[in-house]
């Protein structure tokens, strides 16, 4: 008996060891994307499958090990369909990695070079957010950064026009046409307005969160867009980026939104 633990011990490598730590951070990181949505229940069938499958075929049970390496196998495809959201997410985080964002930068010191967008001034999207606050007039604004927001463009009114803050209050005044829904300013321009957004999965956001807080959240989950709201309850102004809240100032806006940016592409 000795002899059979030394040699089991013995033909585990150092490869065998990180295998598993690998696939437990694999883990973890799943279980952190998925945590406080409703995907967290099929994560954890997901996992107690695996481990039945490692079990049954760990005693030679035939008959189960080809039911559920077959429901494995075939299931992934489905996985993919079921978690879209958050397979999304996980590779928008890989997207926006430091290395990810030196090799975008390696290919632009090479000669290839992005779009070249103009840049985004802040001070009339802050000054009419202020002004909204004080009047608590609801507002939801998507600010684009590296994804174009195309998909959620065509689900609203098509406006193309310069921003200012006479505009901005205009189309969210209570009884605007274009007040529902959100606006999305993309390369210095109010691209759309009463654009339909997803609505976030979190079952742990707090009760005082309406449509406009969960719709923010939930884009901006799956993109990597600034989403701005103003309470029309309140008058409170938060800044959502990748599905994190942040409560803000009037006079603290255009520094925060600043601070969230990939761009370059903000005015100073």
Known sequence: MTELLINAFIQVRIWDILDI??????FYGLYCLVKGTTAIKIFFGIVAIILGLKIVTALNMELLS???GAFVNVGFIALII????EVRRFLLGIGN???SLAFKNLIANLGFRYKEEKSLDLDAICEACASMSQDKVGALILLAQENNLNEIIDTGVVIDAVISKPLLENIFFKNSPLHDGAMV???NKIEAARCILPITQNINLPGSYGLRHRAGIGITENSDCIALVVSEETGSIRIIKGGKVYDVKSSEMKAKI??????KSIDN
């Open 21 to 26: 730590f690998l696939v437990g951070l694999l």
């Open 66 to 68: 080809y039911i559920l």
């Open 82 to 85: 079921i978690f879209q959201p």
């Open 97 to 99: 990695t430091k290395i």
């Open 185 to 187: 300013i993309a390369n």
């Open 258 to 263: 600043k601070e969230l940016s990939n761009k």
